[in-house]
Structure formats: C-alpha cells, structure tokens
C-alpha cells in the first residue's frame, strides 16, 4: 500500500530564507497534493500535481513532482511570519480516489 | 458557494455514548470522504460515498463505525459506544469527481470523549 513520508517533520526558520519540504512515497501514485493546516483549523488546497516534472507555484510556495525518484518538494523562497502553519503532502493511490497523507512539516517561520 | 459543513464543530461525549457527525458537501458534489486526525498526527483515511453507496470503507474500524450518505441529507458519520480513543478531529471532505480528483475538506469535528 502507498506510503508517505515527509522530512523534516519540524522546520523552524527565519524570515526572509527558502527551504524546502520534501515528500518521499512509496509506490506509483497518479497524484499528489500540498495542503495547508493552521492550529485548530481545517486543510487548504494549495497545489494539485498530476504528471511528471509537473511545477506549479503560487506566491512564495512553489512545488514539484518527481514521479521517477518518488518525490515532490514544496519550496519555499524568502519565508514571511504568514507562512507557519502544517503543511501536509498526501499521494492518490491508482484506481482509488483515497488520500494517503504524510505526517505533515510542521513550519515556524521567526523574525 | 458554500463550503464544505460539518455540525456539530465540537462534541463531547461519555464513554459508552454514540456520536454522530454531519456532513453536508459542496453544492455539486456527490463524492463524500471521511477522515480521522489524532493529535500531532496526517489524517487517515477513513471512508468514501457517493449517494447511497459506500464504494471504500478499507480504512473503518471493523466494530462500532458506520457511514452512510442518503438520497437526501448529509452523510453521517456514527460511532457506536464511544471510548477514549476515539477522541479525535474528524474531517470530512467532497469532491466533483474531476480528473484531478481534488478533495475540499470541511472545517472539521472535534470529538471528545470523557
């Protein structure tokens, strides 16, 4: 069954500097998803990645897909305040319409 | 456009008791998921509708859950002589059925149980 892992599981960093969140899974996924979760509060769709060296951005978030290596990365250029909050991968298994979500990367981003 | 509704956002409940969780997917929507979130944790998977149909429950436990989504009305999610464990953000989602399969997931339902 497909797995999710994300690394780091904590980030805490400071503004103005990029990171990177990355998310490894462990067997074909036709689609993967980024959300975002703030405390006590529900997921937000941020991007939806479909194909092979998809890249989608918004903003200072950018993110893309590896289907080769397994991998999407949720990129983040010159962090501000606004951005803390738990960001979430999740992998759609094939011929399931299920969400596998990782353990999410929890973000701090400090002044 | 309303979102996705989940009632009620908090419930608690003693050990023993049932708990019941609404909701109501967006306008045009026929595709419900639920989800279930412990503490610091992903979500999980729990189970998938459409209109009178439950088409995945791989991720429900065996006893004391229950799903179902009528003709008319919300999906309810229902659990049964609750226990401790089960205190949880319970999280439901819907979809259009696009080819991206992208989820819209409601504010959520916090369960507690004493």
């Known amino acids: 069954e497909l797995k999710v892992e994300q690394n780091p599981l904590f980030l805490s960093m400071q503004e103005g500097k990029n990171y990177t969140i990355y998310c490894n899974y462990s067997t074909t996924s036709d689609r993967l998803y980024w959300y975002r979760q703030d405390p006590g509060k529900s997921l937000e769709s941020l991007f939806v990645l479909l194909s092979n060296g998809a890249v989608k951005q918004e903003g200072r978030l950018m993110a893309s897909l590896d289907t080769k290596a397994r991998l999407s990365t949720l990129h983040i250029t010159a962090a501000v305040h606004d951005l803390s909050a738990t960001y979430f991968c999740a992998g759609g298994p094939y011929n399931t319409d299920k969400l596998i979500f990782g353990t999410g990367t929890r973000l701090q981003v400090f002044p | 456009n309303a979102g996705v509704m989940q009632n009620p956002r908090h419930l608690v409940r003693r050990r023993g008791q049932e708990a019941r969780l609404r909701c109501s997917p967006m306008?045009?929507?026929?595709?419900v998921y639920w989800y279930r979130q412990l503490p610091e944790e992903g979500l999980k998977f729990m189970v998938y509708?459409?209109?009178?149909?439950?088409?995945?429950e791989s991720g429900m436990p065996k006893e004391r859950f229950s799903a179902e989504f009528p003709k008319e009305g919300p999906s309810i999610l229902r659990i049964q002589q609750v226990v401790r464990g089960d205190s949880a953000a319970y999280f439901c989602?819907?979809?259009?059925?696009?080819?991206?399969?992208?989820?819209?997931f409601g504010p959520g339902t916090r369960l507690t149980v004493l």
């Open positions: 509708l459409q209109k009178e149909n439950i088409i995945d």
């Open positions: 989602a819907s979809s259009p059925r696009t080819t991206e399969g992208e989820q819209f």
């Open positions: 306008k045009g929507h026929s595709h």
